[in-house]
């Protein structure tokens, strides 16, 4: 599949515009470091000014990561999504949501896996760690245990986590790409824990509520050591 760039209406680069202007606002103070300059790296090809393009995407994302955008139908397999990770193939829609959906969808969108998880695959350390989590997918993909513990880590960390930087910030894509999500999680509604692997692995989420705890990490070094330990471990466990 591919993206059929002629196919955007006006209406939809008025919604592009609507929601990439008001998120990078409500982002300032709210989202790490890492995110924010990963987007001003990318701003030649992912700007409010139209919907991204992804082949001037994928040249940028090369350059920087090796990394491109595979364009998919919507959810896929799990072992697919993995496999595609191992490749530095991050899986994207390509439709956008309706001016009536600006804060609530049902499925990912092509905003939402656009802005919210591409800029921090230009970040040559958080790719690695992407890369690497696919490579452990496929290579426990018959293993059911692994797969709940890497779709839990997925979903607290690159979908939902909090870093500490002078305070709580953003970089989940999940938070990144809503502007609610973003006020909600550094509210004082929700729970912030330190990020601990152990934990998170053995804490279960749902994809259909707000989401009420959080897992705060200390850097992004403490993810990728984590992560390490965590694979030396399972690999450990089945030798
Ligand atoms: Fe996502």
């Known amino acids: 599949m591919k993206q059929e760039y002629k196919l955007y209406k006006e209406g939809d680069q008025i919604v592009w515009k609507t929601l990439f202007e008001r998120q990078v606002e409500n982002l300032q103070g709210k989202s790490c470091a890492a995110y924010l300059s990963c987007l001003e790296i990318m701003k030649d090809v992912l700007n409010a000014k139209q919907i991204p ?22 959810l896929i397999p799990v072992e697919d ?9 991050f899986s994207a829609s390509t439709w956008v949501r309706k001016m009536n959906q600006l804060d609530y969808l049902e499925e990912p969108d092509m905003f939402h896996d656009i802005f919210g998880h591409t800029p921090l695959l230009a970040d040559p350390k958080f790719a690695q760690f992407m890369k690497e989590f696919g490579d452990l997918g496929v290579e426990f993909i018959d293993n059911d245990d692994v797969v709940v513990q890497l779709q839990r880590l997925y979903w607290f960390t690159i979908e939902f986590g ?78």
């Open 53 to 74: 393009d992804f082949k001037l995407m994928n040249a940028t994302l090369i350059e920087s990561t090796g990394w491109t955008i595979e364009v998919v139908p919507g």
């Open 81 to 89: 999504f993995f496999r595609l990770l191992a490749q530095r193939k």
């Open 162 to 239: 909090l870093i500490y930087e002078n305070g709580p910030k953003v970089y989940g894509a999940g938070i990144c790409s809503s502007f609610g999500e973003t006020i909600h999680s550094l509210s004082a509604d929700v729970e912030v824990v330190p990020f601990s692997l152990e934990q998170v692995i053995n804490t279960e989420f749902k994809t259909d509520v707000v989401q009420t705890l959080y897992f705060e990490l200390e850097s992004f070094d403490q993810l990728f050591s984590e992560f390490k330990q965590f694979r030396d471990t399972i690999r450990e466990k089945v030798a």
